[in-house]
Every structure is written in C-alpha cells, then in structure tokens.
C-alpha cells in the first residue's frame, strides 16, 4: 500500500507565493521512516515534533529555555 505525506506553504493568503510539496512511499518505508525521525526528535535537546516555521522563529518547541542550554 502507498501512502503519502503532502504539506503546504504560503496559504495564509499573505500574497507570497503558495508552494505544496509531498513525498510518496511503500507503508512499510513509513513505518521505518517514523522509527527512524522518532529517533532523531528524542535525541538532546529532545522536540516533540518539528515545524520550520516555529525553528525560524525560536517559538513553539524551539521557543524552551533549555533547547539552546540556556536554562
């Protein structure tokens, strides 16, 4: 079976151009792909997920005091 992963980029309908990127695979890839990025999210400083724009902006999970060492 297939399954993809689609996100978007520019639809807040700020004007700036809109940008829609995907990746498609075998469900057997997901599953080590999601093993393998579970992984790399709980090494230090550990992040529940990854949103660029929250790591662009030092908000959401990237906003901690302790993710920069900086208690």
């Known amino acids: 079976m297939l399954k993809a992963y689609a996100d978007d980029s520019g ?10 990127a995907g990746f498609l695979m075998g469900s057997e890839h997901w599953a080590k792909f999601a093993d393998d990025w579970q992984a790399v999210l709980s090494q230090r400083p550990a992040i529940e997920y990854f949103k660029m724009a929250e790591a662009a902006n030092y908000t ?8 920069y060492g900086n208690n």
């Open 11 to 20: 639809s807040d309908g700020g004007g700036s151009p809109y940008f829609l």
């Open 60 to 67: 959401g999970q990237f906003a901690k005091p302790d993710f």
